[in-house]
């Protein structure tokens, strides 16, 4: 499944932000704070509805990082996603 046909199967206006982490480096402690910071800097702007980590490596990274990275963001570990990317971040857009 591709992310294209994930986001036809959702019938509101859904924003996927996919990150695919070099999973060869998740035991470097340096490379996940960097990573960490990154990820920060690169979503912080956004009010993120859910963090879906794909691998027992990406729950890890992310659950450890979870308050720095996406303070008060879900966080789902559903095998569902992982067609999508090892770390995928979801807004849904709706009308106020």
Same mark, same amino acid.
């Given at each position: 499944?591709? #992310?294209?046909? /994930?986001? *036809? ?6 924003? $996927?932000?996919?990150? @695919? ?26 009010? #993120?509805?859910? /963090?879906? *980590? ?6 890890? $990274?992310?659950?450890? @990082? ?31």
């Amino acid at each position: 499944m591709q #992310l294209a046909s /994930v986001r *036809a199967g959702v019938a509101e206006n859904v924003n $996927f932000y996919v990150t @695919y982490p070099e999973s060869s480096r998740w035991d470097d402690e340096a490379y996940r704070e960097s990573l960490a910071e990154t990820l920060r800097h690169q979503y912080g702007g956004l009010r #993120l509805d859910l /963090v879906m *980590a794909v691998s027992y490596p990406a729950l890890q $990274f992310t659950l450890q @990082y979870r308050h720095t990275m996406f303070p008060g963001t879900k966080i789902s570990n559903q095998v569902a996603a992982t067609s999508i990317g090892p770390l995928s971040y979801v807004t849904k857009s709706v009308a106020d």
